[in-house]
T-cell receptor, first 112, second 116 residues
Framework: SQKIEQNSEALNIQEGKTATLTCNYTNYSPAYLQWYRQDPGRGPVFLLL?????KEKRKERLKVTFDTTLKQSLFHITASQPADSATYLCALKGSTLGRLYFGRGTQLTVWP | DVKVTQSSRYLVKRTGEKVFLECVQDMDHENMFWYRQDPGLGLRLIYFSYDVKMKEKGDIPEGYSVSREKKERFSLILESASTNQTSMYLC???????????????FGEGSRLTVL
């Protein structure tokens, strides 16, 4: 199985700044890595996927990088807004078909 | 709009009661999953299923069982609820095979269970 570390439980930044969240894993490099957003009392919602042969993926203000040498993914939110405040989870594809391993999440707070 | 529906958002049960958590998806997905989520522990997989009548243990199956009699429905059963099963339970589904290009999980809104 995988061990996944999201480097901080909480991150507080000012509106307009770039938020950077980190996801590290310890075992084999997965075929892909995903990021989810979770609001309080709700289920996680899929944001982005990046494959092992991709270095970077963008979607609007979101950017994800994947470094299989460092065994790390970085998740960036540029021009952050208070509405971006949520918990962000990284998830790695396991060796078993369909199985994902989740990190514990980083709670992001963007203050005005 | 695709949807995973969990039957109860909030439940309060007593120790020793049998508890059923129901999950229905309308996306014709083959894979279905039950997770529990606790503060500081993240999402932990209880059971998953790749097809009707199939089930696989996840990381924490003890004290739980599941049932998948129809493709769209995946039930989680607590045979005899205990206080340490107080948690948020999340159901999810995904496509399988070549169609599962992203492996994206679609989650329900969660069922918050309190066992007294």
């Amino acid at each position: 199985s995988q061990k996944i570390e999201q480097n901080s439980e909480a991150l507080n930044i000012q509106e307009g700044k770039t938020a950077t969240l980190t996801c590290n894993y310890t075992n084999y490099s997965p075929a892909y890595l995903q990021w989810y957003r979770q609001d309080p009392g709700r289920g996680p919602v899929f944001l982005l996927l990046i494959r092992e042969n991709e270095k970077e993926k963008r979607k609007e203000r979101l950017k994800v990088t994947f470094d299989t040498t460092l065994k790390q993914s970085l998740f960036h939110i540029t021009a952050s807004q208070p509405a971006d405040s949520a918990t962000y989870l990284c998830a790695l594809k396991g060796s078993t078909l369909g199985r994902l391993y989740f990190g514990r999440g980083t709670q992001l707070t963007v203050w005005p | 709009d695709v949807k995973v529906t969990q039957s109860s958002r909030y439940l309060v049960k007593r120790t020793g009661e049998k508890v059923f958590l129901e999950c229905v998806q309308d996306m014709d997905h083959e894979n279905m999953f039950w997770y529990r989520q606790d503060p500081g522990l993240g999402l932990r997989l209880i059971y998953f299923s790749y097809d009707v009548k199939m089930k696989e243990k996840g990381d924490i199956p003890e004290g739980y069982s599941v049932s998948r009699e129809k493709k769209e429905r995946f039930s989680l059963i607590l045979e005899s609820a205990s206080t340490n099963q107080t948690s948020m339970y999340l159901c999810a589904s995904s496509m399988r095979g070549l169609a599962a290009n992203t492996g994206e999980l679609f989650f329900g809104e969660g069922s918050r269970l309190t066992v007294l």
